[in-house]
């Protein structure tokens, strides 16, 4: 018994055309309007569409590939350059901006090197300064207490200092030329400006041209001599103070302040010449 053959065997199954002769057999029909092919008519003219074979198709494929990939490998190259450029733009953005910090780094740095330099120098100026003010002031402080040992010595010849006195005091009374004044001195001193008060207010009379005026010797008396048991005590190493019977006016004109304007006025030189021979030492050494 023979069952019902199947659609896939050889018997049932027809050998299937060619693609080309396929194609040649349909390039003689045409559709119709019921959608059934009819053999084409045969036309007088040239075809205007030529049949094209396997080989025409294959080279015509071929050739769009190669068109499809040419136009592909010039666009990837196009998107590849734009790219690079791209990169390369956007390296050297960041290159300059990173050399940029950089440099404002560097200057921010070296500026404050130059103000830690400046500050240190003007550190180092000020210190020079004042140690040479600080030799200055101790030079200077020398001669003024060698100075002052020498005023010692004017009161001890009794002559001259008693000259000395007479002419303190007239100084004293010119500068006040008041009619009646309080005198000071040293305790030490009492004698010697008791015997020439008189004598100098003659002079002064002379030569202010004016009555001799009243000189009243005060009992509270000035500082004795300096010595070496007491070195920070008051001391005055002598001369005569002055002043108006009220108190207002004052003139000290003892050794010591006279030491003292002698030394402010002479300052100037005195410096200059330490100068000098500061100088002078370190060309010789």
Request: charged share 30%; glycine share 4%.
């Given at each position: 018994?023979?069952?019902?053959?199947?659609?896939?065997?050889?018997?049932?199954?027809?050998?299937?055309p060619p693609l080309m002769?396929?194609?040649?057999?349909?390039?003689?029909?045409?559709?119709?309007?019921?959608?059934?092919y009819y053999p084409k008519?045969?036309?007088?003219?040239?075809?205007?569409?030529?049949?094209?074979?396997?080989?025409?198709?294959?080279?015509?494929?071929?050739?769009?590939?190669?068109?499809?990939?040419?136009?592909?490998?010039?666009?990837?190259?196009?998107?590849?350059?734009?790219?690079?450029?791209?990169?390369?733009?956007?390296?050297?953005?960041?290159?300059?901006?990173?050399?940029?910090?950089?440099?404002?780094?560097?200057?921010?740095?070296?500026?404050?090197?130059?103000?830690?330099?400046?500050?240190?120098?003007?550190?180092?100026?000020?210190?020079?300064?004042?140690?040479?003010?600080?030799?200055?002031?101790?030079?200077?402080?020398?001669?003024?207490?060698?100075?002052?040992?020498?005023?010692?010595?004017?009161?001890?010849?009794?002559?001259?200092?008693?000259?000395?006195?007479?002419?303190?005091?007239?100084?004293?009374?010119?500068?006040?030329?008041?009619?009646?004044?309080?005198?000071?001195?040293?305790?030490?001193?009492?004698?010697?400006?008791?015997?020439?008060?008189?004598?100098?207010?003659?002079?002064?009379?002379?030569?202010?041209?004016?009555?001799?005026?009243?000189?009243?010797?005060?009992?509270?008396?000035?500082?004795?001599?300096?010595?070496?048991?007491?070195?920070?005590?008051?001391?005055?190493?002598?001369?005569?103070?002055?002043?108006?019977?009220?108190?207002?006016?004052?003139?000290?004109?003892?050794?010591?302040?006279?030491?003292?304007?002698?030394?402010?006025?002479?300052?100037?030189?005195?410096?200059?010449?330490?100068?000098?021979?500061?100088?002078?030492?370190?060309?010789?050494?």
């Amino acid at each position: 018994m023979g069952g019902p053959r199947r659609r896939g065997s050889c018997a049932a199954m027809r050998r299937r055309p060619p693609l080309m002769a396929t194609l040649a057999f349909s390039s003689f029909l045409h559709p119709s309007s019921t959608g059934r092919y009819y053999p084409k008519p045969e036309s007088s003219g040239p075809d205007p569409h030529p049949k094209m074979n396997d080989a025409d198709v294959s080279k015509q494929i071929q050739q769009m590939v190669r068109f499809i990939r040419q136009e592909a490998e010039e666009k990837a190259n196009e998107i590849s350059v734009s790219a690079e450029e791209e990169f390369n733009i956007e390296k050297l953005q960041l290159v300059e901006a990173e050399k940029k910090k950089i440099r404002q780094e560097y200057e921010r740095k070296e500026k404050q090197v130059q103000v830690r330099k400046k500050i240190e120098y003007s550190m180092q100026l000020n210190a020079s300064r004042i140690k040479v003010l600080q030799a200055q002031d101790d030079l200077v402080n020398s001669m003024k207490e060698a100075a002052s040992k020498e005023l010692l010595n004017v009161s001890r010849d009794h002559n001259n200092y008693k000259r000395l006195l007479k002419d303190l005091i007239v100084q004293s009374l010119l500068r006040l030329k008041e009619p009646s004044v309080l005198m000071r001195c040293r305790k030490e001193d009492l004698q010697l400006v008791e015997s020439v008060v008189d004598s100098a207010k003659a002079e002064y009379a002379e030569k202010a041209k004016v009555h001799a005026p009243e000189i009243i010797v005060d009992n509270i008396y000035l500082p004795p001599a300096p010595s070496h048991h007491n070195e920070h005590a008051l001391s005055c190493s002598g001369g005569v103070v002055l002043a108006s019977r009220d108190g207002k006016i004052v003139f000290e004109n003892t050794l010591d302040a006279r030491l003292d304007v002698v030394f402010r006025k002479k300052l100037p030189e005195i410096l200059q010449i330490n100068f000098l021979v500061g100088r002078l030492m370190q060309v010789e050494a």
